[in-house]
């Protein structure tokens, strides 16, 4: 099988490569998911000029394409700030940061889609807003979403892809090099839709793990 | 022990409250009755400020709940609510249901509160659920469960809005036997309920509202045996 052959042969850097996806998905997905959660927070406080910019954060990324923004990060960082930023760095900013945007979306309509009785019963018994939040809400509300949530991190890691646009080494990278270099424009193609699919269908499936451990109390 | 002055609660252009006057002493039951709509409901969620009121004042222990600010909390741990819907946390067990707020209000040790959690399933005969999930229950399991959650926060007083009302026929009975024995041991009680036999036999008082108003109120034999005025008259020959 050629194309068996191309893979041992180009291996060093289909690995880097997927090592770079990894590490750009997986510090990608705990930031934005972290700044997602206090973004959907903002978003339902009833402090209006909180509310309002984390509204136009949303919208402003949920408009523009990822694209875009990782280069407005990597070279707007360097016209703006003069900074020579590192390129995974510039693309681990603009992935986060997309990604937050929706997270932060899906987070808030998990809070919402859990019944008002819940809140009212805990405030009722004498908790906080906030222990009401973290005690309550909130693990309703995760229940709630993991399936829209394991569909964005999938989203993001086939997003970080563009972060080849601005040179960072990473699977899709790898894959341009291994065309330029053996001269065959599909075969190195297959090779890396294959890895993405093995990333993104072992996610897919820790996450389908974690959602049968959660029903437990249906 | 409650005592509530001109109380007046709007939503939207629809006045639900209209100037309430009302007091409660300790160790009293009252049953509020009145048609769906009169505002009976309003007016308990008022009490735990589940809603706030537009204009007037509700003492619970000579502390005005209104504007309490984060005092709030510590009111309403001396409050216990009891909701149509029961409320419990799907993704907690009873025990967890039971202890989650007397251990994270701090009132008793995780070791205090499982002891008071055992203690309440025990007299309400549910000791083998303890480790069940509130999703594999029936409907007057749940609310027996919802009041024991509320008791183990040892309030002095306790609300009851429509209780039973969710409940298939045969499950209220289970319901009302809790609520006459926690009558019984001396608790305050205000009781918004449909059953009007219930009213007749545990309450001390009987607050009738309609349109928002406190229309009568009597000892429960004189209400109901000898209503005054038309507007509870009617309401009476409708329900009895």
Not at chain 2, 41 to 46: A, D, E, K
Not at chain 2, 142 to 171: G, H
Not at chain 2, 185 to 193: D, N, R
Not at chain 2, 197 to 207: G, H, I, L, M, T
């Amino acid at each position: 099988m050629k194309i068996i052959e191309l893979f041992v042969e180009y291996r060093y850097y289909y690995f880097m490569g997927v090592k770079i996806t990894i590490m750009l998905s997986f510090f990608s997905l705990i930031i934005g998911t972290t700044l997602g959660g206090i973004l959907s927070l903002l978003r339902l406080s009833k402090f209006k000029p909180l509310k309002a910019v984390a509204t136009a954060y949303i919208e402003l990324i949920r408009g523009t394409p990822m694209m875009v923004q990782i280069a407005l990060v990597f070279f707007g960082s360097y016209a703006l700030l003069g900074l020579d930023m590192d390129r995974f760095i510039a693309a681990l900013i603009a992935v986060s940061l997309n990604s937050a945007a929706y997270v932060a979306e899906i987070i808030r309509s998990g809070i919402q889609s859990v019944d008002i009785g819940q809140w009212e019963a805990s405030r009722s018994l004498g908790l906080s807003s906030s222990q009401t939040m973290r005690h309550v809400i909130l693990p309703q509300a995760v229940k709630n979403i993991l399936p829209a949530l394991g569909n964005e991190f999938v989203t993001l890691i086939k997003e970080t892809a563009v972060a080849s646009t601005i040179g960072v080494l990473d699977l899709m990278h790898a894959s341009k090099i291994v065309q330029s270099s053996s001269y065959i424009a599909f075969d190195p193609l297959v090779i890396v839709a294959a890895l993405y699919f093995i990333i993104t269908f072992t996610l897919s499936k820790l996450v389908g793990a974690l959602e049968r451990r959660l029903s437990h109390s249906d | 022990m409650i005592r509530i002055e001109n109380l007046n609660k709007y939503f939207g252009e629809k006045h639900v409250l209209k100037n309430i006057n009302l007091e409660i002493r300790e160790g009293e039951v009252v049953a509020l009755i009145g048609p769906s709509g009169s505002g009976k409901s309003t007016l308990i969620r008022c009490i735990d400020y589940l809603e706030e009121p537009d204009s007037g004042d509700i003492y619970i222990n000579g502390k005005n709940i209104v504007q309490s600010g984060k005092e709030i909390d510590k009111i309403r741990q001396n409050i216990g609510m009891v909701f149509q819907h029961f409320n419990l946390f799907p993704h907690k067990t009873v025990l967890e249901n039971i202890t989650l707020a007397p251990i994270l209000t701090k009132r008793m040790t995780k070791k205090e509160a499982e002891n008071k959690a055992i203690e309440l399933l025990e007299t309400m005969d549910l000791l083998d659920k303890v480790n069940e999930y509130p999703g594999s229950l029936s409907g007057g399991q749940k609310q027996r469960i919802a009041i024991a959650r509320s008791l183990a926060m040892e309030p002095d007083i306790m609300l009851f809005d429509e209780a039973t009302s969710a409940l298939d026929p045969e499950m209220v009975g289970e319901v009302l036997k809790v609520m006459k024995d926690l009558a019984k041991s001396g608790m305050t009680m205000i009781v918004v309920t449909h059953e009007m036999a219930f009213a007749k036999e545990v309450s001390d008082r009987v607050v009738f509202m309609a349109d928002g108003e406190i229309v009568e109120e009597n000892s429960a034999v004189e209400l109901f045996e000898n209503p005054q005025h038309p507007r509870t008259i009617e309401f009476l020959s409708k329900v009895l």
